[in-house]
């Protein structure tokens, strides 16, 4: 089966988004470019005319076999996901969803990943290839739908988490895998100081971990692989079964922790940051409750904090061990300017660089990533 | 068309006094090995892709970093272009030298910087060899997953440069996904990170877009990997087939039945025989091909596996299916493939490496439209290839001594590649486009795709002065291929 059967909804619309990139490229009008709308809070606000995706959808091409599929940007990530799931495949960076309307494109442009990034990889490790609409509006073709390819620069990598800043992506081609044949979870009751010691010497044994979470005093561990192994090893790490819904819940930042609904409610007194830190990270030096107060994800990877902790010293914390920190709190917090850590001079000017030379015009989500470009 | 350095389609080149430059990067860089006699240069005067040589201008041997960023500031100030060298192993003529322009050799950082086995990293200058670093993660249960055919050889610098590949990037990637951070120099002699220790950097993923680039945009002076634990097991099967598009077939099959092996190669005839008689790998020389497929991970799920893969292989209309026996015969089996270059080698006085990579699904028509080529031009063509990614590895077997038939085997090679492109695949998998594929590009690329390649390298390097003439065509060498091949398609149709 080369593709998937086309949905009522399947609809080919970069020539009107082309259309409209080339007028705002000629009249210099800057685009806010607009998937299902469900990232807000992720990044800063940006000024321009909407332009939406949302059309723009569909599975163009999916051969299980060949472990790649093709999908336009406006198509509805959980759309894409049944599909995949109906042949026993996945995307295996576990990607959020902050709601139904989550598109590929916005998963894209934000390079989001789940628990399993840090034994699967991450977005951008599965894009293959994509298909850019750049300030001239043409449509581009990087990468492609091959497993290897090195003709040219990696341009659509590069896309990846540029939040739309360098062009508009119509179409995304990623490498899926198959979901794996078995899946336990279980839970630890064990300090995290106890937590980052076994997960230290787990790592260096080819144990089936999956996911590796440490919140509210406990260990949440997910085994993934062949039904042997994965039984095998649930039999020798003990702990009490934990429900695997806990995976998603964590994923899309459903959990108590993170507030109900939407950024408003983490706005106020105690916004939402996302800590990334390298493995092994003993500790970040903040005081010893406000580390045990967060959730420690991708073991010990990605750290979720709700603090009122201010921008400054939760960055230099994180600095200190070559790591940064990313606010998602609400318009006005304390980090709202600025959600992402500020870049060393020489990064910002090839930044600059690279913006000015690939959007001369500035059209493309101006200031999103950040106020300089 | 040719494919080296012409000024009338690749731009002008700066005329220099390679005197003044000697004396400037002397007086500027303390201590700087600079060769620039003849009889010094003659060994950097090509790469892997052996056939096409030219001199360089002067070469530098630095062992610091401080002299390679202030060679750098140099070379800017003065409008010298630079080419950097890992070990000179790359087969599309990267590292190729320019007549005109120093070559920045960085075979002399050589150390391992830090192996940290908790946090499973690995610190490493430019020059370390490939298989270097799996060795000192080795006493920790860790190894490096890329892992290049030239491992023995190849610098990491150079992996990252070319986004290099191995027989186990099925499963375990390619450089771009085991490599978290580098240090760079850009050709202003600016220093920056790009990557974290952390799993992400803030900004655009720079990283991604230095892994491949050919050496065009920075210099990379520093590499820190990702270690993986040994597999607790691995196991080979080799599968032979009387036909080759069974073979290409069972290779589909495999990966429909869910399972992703740590590595999946081909070989036809051709390869085999070679191999078997450099190697003595045990190879069934009657087969028209051999399929090996490496199952590994924790023990109990590889012998499931190893069941499943047989079973589809018989379906598949394997004739033999033999596994290894133990560690022993599982390395022959691999060294018969990882040799295979060498070993066609030997079968010919020169040969010629293609790297298209395609659809799996179309194998077999792409085999099929390589064997007529073969009979077409009069060249033996072994076929060896990474199966399960889809990349091949065409070998054309030729005699340069024999006027014209260079000329004849890169032809053959182009037509490959272009067969490749038709497809939908792409004319380079993992040895990258350099200067041997420059023409190429112009196939798989449209004019405003390779403008934004264009401004992307202008980002980095706005001269133009990092390893000039590389990867992406300029638009008079595009015209020029477009002009020749529409005048080669049009007696053809009167034919
Ligand atoms: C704290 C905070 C508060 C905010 N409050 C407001 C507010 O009150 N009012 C307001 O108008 N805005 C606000 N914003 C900004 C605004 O929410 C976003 O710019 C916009 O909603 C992003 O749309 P989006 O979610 O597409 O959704 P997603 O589809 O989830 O997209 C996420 C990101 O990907 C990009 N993207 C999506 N599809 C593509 C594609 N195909 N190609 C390239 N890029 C793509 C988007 O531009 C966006 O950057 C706020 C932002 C922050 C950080
Ligand atoms: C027998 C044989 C088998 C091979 N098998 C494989 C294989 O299985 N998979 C595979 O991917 N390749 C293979 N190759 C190709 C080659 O080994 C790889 O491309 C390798 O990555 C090149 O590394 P190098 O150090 O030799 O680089 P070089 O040849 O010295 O340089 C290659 C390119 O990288 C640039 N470069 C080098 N170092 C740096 C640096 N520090 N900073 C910036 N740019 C730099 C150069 O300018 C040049 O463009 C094989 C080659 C041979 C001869």
């Known amino acids: 089966m080369d593709k998937t059967a086309t949905t009522p909804h399947d609809h080919d619309a970069s020539e009107s988004l082309a259309e409209r990139i080339r007028q705002a490229s000629a009249t210099g009008t800057p685009l806010r470019i607009v998937g299902g709308d469900t990232r807000g809070f992720y990044g800063r606000p940006t000024e321009g005319e909407v332009l939406s995706t949302a059309e723009h959808r569909g599975i163009t091409f999916y051969d299980?076999?060949?472990?790649?599929?093709?999908?336009?940007?406006?198509?509805?990530?959980?759309?894409?996901?049944?599909?995949?799931?109906?042949?026993?495949?996945?995307?295996?960076?576990?990607p959020p969803r902050f709601g139904e309307a989550s598109t590929v494109g916005?998963?894209?442009?934000?390079?989001?990943?789940?628990?399993?990034?840090?034994w699967a990889g991450s977005v951008r490790d599965f894009v293959l290839g994509a298909r850019v609409l750049g300030h001239e509006g043409i449509e581009q073709r990087f990468g492609g739908q091959v497993m290897k390819n090195v003709a040219g620069y990696d341009l659509s990598r590069l896309m990846v988490g540029a939040q739309g800043t360098l062009g508009l992506l119509t179409e995304v081609t990623f490498k899926v895998l198959p979901r794996p044949g078995a899946s336990r979870s279980l839970h630890l009751d064990i300090s995290l100081e106890e937590a980052r010691n076994r997960l230290a010497d787990w790592g260096r044994e080819p144990l089936p971990i999956s996911a590796a979470a440490w919140l509210e005093g406990a260990l949440h561990i997910r085994l993934e692989g062949g039904p042997?192994?994965?039984?095998?090893?649930?039999?020798?790490?003990?702990?009490?079964?934990?429900?695997?819904?806990?995976?998603?819940?964590?994923?899309?930042?459903?959990?108590?922790?993170?507030?109900?609904?939407?950024?408003?409610?983490?706005?106020?007194?105690?916004?939402?940051?996302?800590?990334?830190?390298?493995?092994?990270?003993?500790?970040?030096?903040?005081?010893?409750?406000?580390?045990?107060?967060?959730?420690?994800?991708?073991?010990?990877?990605?750290?979720?904090?709700?603090?009122?902790?201010?921008?400054?010293?939760?960055?230099?914390?994180?600095?200190?061990?070559?790591?940064?920190?990313?606010?998602?709190?609400?318009?006005?917090?304390?980090?709202?300017?600025?959600?992402?850590?500020?870049?060393?001079?020489?990064?910002?000017?090839?930044?600059?660089?690279?913006?000015?030379?690939l959007d001369p015009k500035g059209i493309f989500n101006p200031g999103r990533l950040y106020a300089a470009f | 068309m040719n494919i080296l350095y012409d000024e009338r389609l690749d731009g002008a080149a700066p005329k220099l006094d390679k005197t003044a430059i000697r004396d400037s990067l002397a007086q500027d860089v303390p201590g700087l090995t600079l060769l620039h006699r003849e009889e010094d240069l003659h060994p950097f005067e090509c790469d892997g892709l052996s056939v096409y040589r030219t001199l360089p201008m002067l070469v530098a041997l630095p062992e610091t970093l401080a002299q390679v960023e202030q060679l750098l500031k140099t070379c800017h100030r003065l409008g010298v272009p630079v080419v950097t060298r890992g070990a000179g192993t790359g087969l599309s003529g990267g590292a190729m030298p320019l007549e005109h322009g120093v070559l920045l050799v960085l075979s002399r950082f050589s150390r391992i910087l830090e192996i940290d086995p908790e946090a499973r990293i690995a610190r490493v200058e430019p020059g370390v060899r490939n298989l270097a670093i799996s060795e000192a993660a080795s006493p920790y249960g860790l190894y490096y997953a890329p892992d290049p055919s030239s491992q023995i050889a190849?610098?990491?610098?150079?992996?990252?440069?070319?986004?290099?590949?191995?027989?186990?990037?099925?499963?375990?990637?390619?450089?771009?996904h085991n490599v978290i951070k580098v240090e760079v120099l850009t050709i202003e002699g600016e220093h920056m990170t790009l990557g974290s220790d952390a799993l992400d950097a803030p900004g655009?993923?720079?990283?991604?877009?230095?892994?491949?680039?050919?050496?065009?945009?920075?210099?990379?002076?520093?590499?820190?990997?990702?270690?993986?634990?040994?597999?607790?097991?691995?196991?080979?099967?080799?599968?032979?087939?009387?036909?080759?598009?069974?073979?290409?077939?069972?290779?589909?099959?495999?990966i429909a039945a869910g399972i992703i092996p740590g590595g999946l190669e081909m070989m036809d005839n051709l390869a085999i025989r070679a191999a078997e008689d450099f190697i003595g790998a045990g190879y069934p020389v009657e087969a028209a091909a051999i399929l090996l497929c490496e199952l590994d991970g924790v023990e109990a799920d590889v012998d499931d596996d190893c069941e499943t893969v047989r079973r589809v292989l018989e379906a598949a209309g394997a004739t033999g299916i033999q596994q290894a026996?133990?560690?022993?015969?599982?390395?022959?089996?691999?060294?018969?493939?990882?040799?295979?270059?060498?070993?066609?080698?030997?079968?010919?006085?020169?040969?010629?490496?293609?790297?298209?990579?395609?659809?799996?699904?179309?194998?077999?028509?792409?085999?099929?439209?390589?064997?007529?080529?073969?009979?077409?031009?009069?060249?033996?063509?072994?076929?060896?290839?990474?199966?399960?990614?889809?990349?091949?590895?065409?070998?054309?077997?030729f005699d340069a001594n024999t006027p014209g038939?260079?000329?004849?085997?890169?032809?053959?090679?182009?037509?490959?590649?272009?067969?490749?492109?038709?497809?939908?695949?792409?004319?380079?998998?993992?040895?990258?486009?350099?200067?041997?594929?420059?023409?190429?590009?112009?196939?798989?690329?449209?004019?405003?795709?390779?403008?934004?390649?264009?401004?992307?390298?202008?980002?980095?390097?706005?001269?133009?002065?990092?390893?000039?003439?590389?990867?992406?065509?300029?638009?008079?060498?595009c015209s020029e291929f477009r002009t020749i091949k529409s005048a080669a398609a049009d007696p053809a149709k009167q034919g």
Request: aromatic content about 6%.
């Open chain 1, 228 to 357: 042997s192994s994965v039984a095998a090893t649930r039999e020798r790490l003990g702990g009490d079964e934990l429900d695997e819904k806990f995976w998603p819940a964590l994923r899309d930042l459903k959990l108590d922790f993170f507030g109900q609904g939407d950024a408003s409610a983490r706005a106020s007194d105690r916004p939402l940051w996302r800590l990334s830190l390298p493995h092994r990270t003993a500790s970040l030096g903040l005081a010893d409750a406000a580390e045990a107060s967060m959730i420690h994800d991708w073991a010990g990877a990605q750290c979720w904090v709700r603090s009122a902790i201010d921008a400054e010293t939760l960055r230099s914390a994180c600095r200190r061990v070559d790591g940064h920190a990313t606010y998602l709190g609400a318009c006005g917090g304390p980090g709202s300017d600025e959600p992402f850590t500020p870049l060393p001079s020489v990064l910002l000017k090839y930044h600059r660089n690279l913006k000015a030379e």
């Open chain 2, 325 to 397: 026996r133990d560690d022993a015969e599982r390395a022959l089996f691999w060294a018969g493939r990882k040799n295979a270059f060498p070993a066609v080698g030997r079968m010919s006085p020169d040969y010629y490496c293609m790297d298209g990579t395609i659809p799996r699904r179309e194998l077999a028509r792409v085999l099929k439209g390589i064997s007529d080529l073969s009979e077409q031009y009069g060249l033996r063509v072994a076929n060896v290839f990474h199966a399960g990614d889809g990349n091949m590895h065409p070998l054309i077997l």
């Open chain 2, 154 to 176: 190849c610098s990491i610098g150079g992996n990252v440069a070319e986004n290099a590949g191995g027989v186990h990037c099925l499963k375990y990637g390619l450089t771009v």
């Open chain 1, 106 to 118: 916005g998963m894209v442009a934000t390079g989001l990943s789940g628990p399993r990034r840090p």
């Open chain 2, 405 to 477: 038939e260079l000329d004849e085997a890169e032809a053959l090679g182009g037509k490959i590649l272009e067969l490749c492109v038709e497809v939908g695949g792409t004319i380079t998998g993992e040895h990258g486009v350099g200067r041997e594929k420059i023409n190429q590009m112009c196939a798989q690329f449209r004019p405003d795709e390779l403008a934004t390649f264009r401004a992307a390298k202008a980002a980095f390097d706005p001269t133009g002065l990092l390893n000039p003439g590389k990867n992406i065509p300029t638009p008079a060498r």
């Open chain 2, 204 to 254: 655009f993923d720079l990283l991604a877009l230095f892994n491949g680039s050919e050496g065009m945009l920075g210099v990379v002076t520093e590499i820190t990997v990702k270690l993986l634990p040994k597999p607790e097991t691995a196991k080979v099967l080799m599968a032979s087939f009387d036909d080759i598009e069974k073979a290409g077939n069972a290779v589909g099959s495999i």
């Open chain 1, 64 to 94: 299980p076999v060949e472990l790649v599929v093709s999908v336009r940007s406006g198509t509805p990530l959980a759309e894409l996901e049944a599909a995949l799931a109906e042949q026993g495949q996945m995307l295996p960076f576990e």
